[in-house]
């Protein structure tokens, strides 16, 4: 078997067996297979596409490249929560401390940012102090104790993927539905939950730009997570614009306190609400009633009991829970770059994926997989998508330490605004529920 043959195999539409696909994960996860020659093959699998069969072999490949978590020393259902990936989606931050505030044992483990869109484990080492990794008795000490422990994916879990999802994030490989449900499932399954909440984005600011892709990511993965023994549930929610007012890893963390203070915008509150009571609901703590899971997760928020839970979350893994009362405790941005309306009008659109990469060139995201994050930059948007604004009226600030970069964030955000004289329709936050 060699590379050149799989690769071009592939670039001419044709299905790889299991082994041709063992042969280039496992030859790239243990550096046999140089980056270019996986880089090749991961942008003909986007072009061309992989079956089902395909897919679950690659989830499985990649799952087992690694270590497969023991979670049984954890009492109770320990539910898992993933979203595709977007920008501004500050949920986990939001939901998993709802969910442990109703006693749904939180084990998880995130992700980096990965092409436009952010990733949670950046955004907690926003937090001053902060720790994303743990030895794997502490994390479920910590889980058994507090009720939560949010960690990086370590290295040793899927390392296919973690190779995989860095060259991907740099090569333009990130937009393929058997490479995101492989991703997603193969360190989802090694991570050793019992069920799994997915939150599948669709739209401009998501890898599926259409609600049918969206549709297809979500069974795809519904049914490899069932195949599996899991319980799973996938929420499709839109991704056309922002989600929240906040882009940006210290921004954003800070927007997620609001929500957590029963503050914040209604978007990411209606749908962290959401994605808890599916938790609660998965984690068979509601007697198998939506409504009564829907009560619980708002009872945690209204309370104060999430924000309770997010602070001694916090505390816990190293982080100054004064930032809760002291948001200067973030790190702060040199320059911010005022976004201004040139004429009166509606937004009419609101680009989520330039948003992104605004807030990225701005500093907040990487563009080479070795670049170090600025956790102050990002974009604080002033308008969304409805709003009425006046020619000169402020749209969006753009944050950063660097000031030429934050300038070209500047006029990349009021690039993904478009102003019309209608005011549009409202568009459905979450498109279905599929359980
Ligand atoms: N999140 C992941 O973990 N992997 C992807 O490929 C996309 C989003």
């Known amino acids: 078997m060699n590379a050149v043959d799989i690769i071009n195999k592939k670039r001419c539409g044709e299905a790889l067996n299991t082994e041709e696909i063992e042969y280039m994960v496992m ?13 090749a093959l991961l942008m003909a699998i986007c072009l061309q596409g992989m079956t089902k069969e395909e897919t679950v072999d690659l989830t499985r490949i990649m799952r087992d490249s690694g270590e497969t978590v023991d979670l049984s020393a954890i009492k109770g259902v320990k539910v898992d929560k993933h979203s595709t990936g977007g920008v501004g989606d500050k949920t986990t931050l939001i939901v998993a401390p709802i969910a442990a505030a109703c006693g749904v044992p939180i084990a998880k483990m995130s ?40 960690i990086g994916q370590t290295g040793h879990i899927a390392p296919a993927d973690k190779k995989m999802y860095a060259l991907r994030d740099v090569t333009g490989t990130t937009e393929s539905i058997s490479l995101i449900t492989s991703s997603i499932m193969s360190k989802k399954l090694a991570a050793g939950a019992d069920a799994i909440v997915l939150d599948v ?29 899991k319980k799973m549930t996938a929420v499709i929610s ?60 708002m009872e945690a928020l209204e309370s104060g009991k999430a924000l309770e839970k997010f602070g001694q979350f916090v505390a816990n893994q190293g982080g100054d829970p004064a930032i809760i009362e002291d948001t200067s405790l973030f790190a702060q ?47 604080l948007l002033d308008k969304k998508v409805g709003d009425e604004v006046q020619a000169g009226e402020l749209l969006c600030t753009v944050y950063g330490n660097d000031k030429e970069k934050a300038e070209t964030g500047a006029r990349e955000a009021f690039a993904a605004y478009t102003i019309g004289s209608n005011k549009p329709e409202k568009t459905l936050l979450i498109k279905e529920i599929i359980d």
Not at 335 to 363: K, N, P, W
């Open 27 to 39: 030859g790239f996860t243990e550096g046999v297979i140089p980056d270019y020659q996986m880089s």
């Open 111 to 150: 992700g980096r940012g990965l092409g436009f869109t952010g990733g949670t484990v950046d955004k907690m080492e926003s937090i001053p102090g902060f720790v994303t990794s743990m030895e794997r008795d502490r994390f479920i000490e910590s889980v058994n104790e507090k009720g939560i422990a949010v």
């Open 201 to 229: 984005k669709c739209g401009a600011g998501a890898f599926m730009k259409t609600y049918e892709d969206a549709r297809e990511l979500a069974v795809w993965m519904v049914d490899i997570g069932r195949g599996n023994n």
């Open 238 to 297: 839109d991704m056309e614009q922002p989600l929240g007012k906040a882009v940006g890893n210290a921004l954003e963390v800070r927007e997620a306190i609001d929500v957590l203070r029963g503050d914040g915008p209604e978007d990411i509150r209606a749908l962290s609400l959401r994605l808890a009571a599916e938790m609660i609901l998965l984690g068979e703590l509601a007697d198998g009633s939506r409504e009564k899971a829907e009560k619980m997760a």
């Open 333 to 379: 941005a040199a320059f911010a770059v005022e976004v201004r309306a040139e004429a009166a009008g509606y937004v009419t659109a609101l680009d989520a994926m330039q948003i992104g990469l605004a807030s990225q060139h701005a500093g907040a995201g990487r563009e080479k997989k070795e670049d170090e994050i600025d956790m102050a930059a990002g974009i």
